[in-house]
């Protein structure tokens, strides 16, 4: 009997990616404006670049980028980019179709919902309140509660601990075979791969179910719990 859904939060509940490429572009067309004497696609791939290397919650890119560049920062270009990069960001977060339609028929039926996502703590609540999801889900457990990054057990652990519920009762979906897929079945949970946030080009997930549209999970749950 599935009881509980846990869900990944970037690239399974919203575009993250699609998100961060729009920001960043926003983020040089606007430094530019203001007058800096940068290649604009030139710029952006350096910054994509270092959110590869340095993590893509870094809070000090565009510092990072201006020091890098040209030994100082500007503050008229640095403000520039930072308010056009959370204009931008607000405008392209979007959870991907069917998320809202999905989390509420699971809640009509009695499913219980949580977050695990290696996403720092108030990152992650922030997107969560950007979407208006903040009072879906019962339980958030991120790098911060954990200290610990996918696929390592022990956030999964303590979301089945939160939500009160045994292995055979829960069921994880994610974009992330190496992470998601791989750290949720060393506990012998179940497994979806959100193949329509793939960003790898994935061919083998591993995952009980590979699934399209966020929406066949509930299909997937009525079939298990009618079995």
Known sequence: ????????????LLDFVKMKR???RAAMSAMVEAGLE?????AYDEIFKMYEKSGWENQTIFNDYLHQQFGHVNNKYLAA?????RRAREATLQVYPNVNKTLFELLKIGIKLA?????PSREAWMRIYYLNLH???DHVITFDDSKAHKPSPKPFQMAMAALDVRTDEVLMIGDWPDRDVVGAKQLGIRTLFARYGDKFDVKESGADWDIDDIYEIVG????????
């Open 220 to 227: 997937i749950i009525q079939e298990l719990n009618s079995a």
């Open 81 to 85: 980019g930072i308010v056009a990069y």
């Open 115 to 119: 977050v695990v996502s290696d996403a």
């Open 38 to 42: 940068i290649d604009e696609q030139n």
């Open 135 to 137: 009072h879906i889900f």
């Open 1 to 12: 009997m599935i009881k509980a859904v846990i869900f990944d939060l970037d690239n399974t």
């Open 22 to 24: 729009f920001a960043i």
